[in-house]
Nanobody
Framework: QVQMVESGGGLVQAGGSLRLSCAAS????????VGWFRQAPGKEREFVGA????????YYADSVKGRFTISRDNTNNTVYLQMNSLKPEDTAVYYC?????????????????????WGQGTLVTVSS
């Protein structure tokens, strides 16, 4: 897997916006899709969305579709999660992850359960 580092979390009011960043800890020449995931207190980690290496496709969980947008800047090895219209139920620790063997967004959605390397995550708290 490609080691990723998340940042940008914080406290925001319901209806607000926040942008998370996910950067590869080392520059790499490999191609990889990046997935975003979250884990709320007392719940299992869940898939949020993913973006392909070429950024030509994205895939989102129904719960965030239309509110969250994933983009990437391969020049800087950074992927972004723009979160709008935030709800209290979006409160969670957000993680990003990547694997050199997964290059499409759909494949990330199907295979993310096999990922073993996770970063520290970044906490997003949405107040009501």
């Amino acid at each position: 897997q490609v080691q990723m580092v998340e940042s940008g979390g914080g406290l925001v009011q319901a209806g607000g916006s926040l942008r998370l960043s996910c950067a590869a800890s080392k520059r790499t020449s490999t191609s990889y899709a990046v997935g975003w995931f979250r884990q709320a207190p007392g719940k299992e980690r869940e898939f949020v969305g993913a973006i392909s290496w070429s950024a030509d496709s994205t895939y989102y969980a129904d719960s965030v579709k239309g509110r969250f947008t994933i983009s990437r800047d391969n020049t800087n090895n950074t992927v972004y999660l723009q979160m709008n219209s935030l709800k209290p139920e979006d409160t969670a620790v957000y993680y990003c992850a990547a694997d050199a063997g997964i290059t499409t967004a759909q494949a990330m959605f199907l295979l993310w359960g096999y990922l073993e390397v996770w970063g520290q995550g970044t906490l997003v708290t949405v107040s009501s």
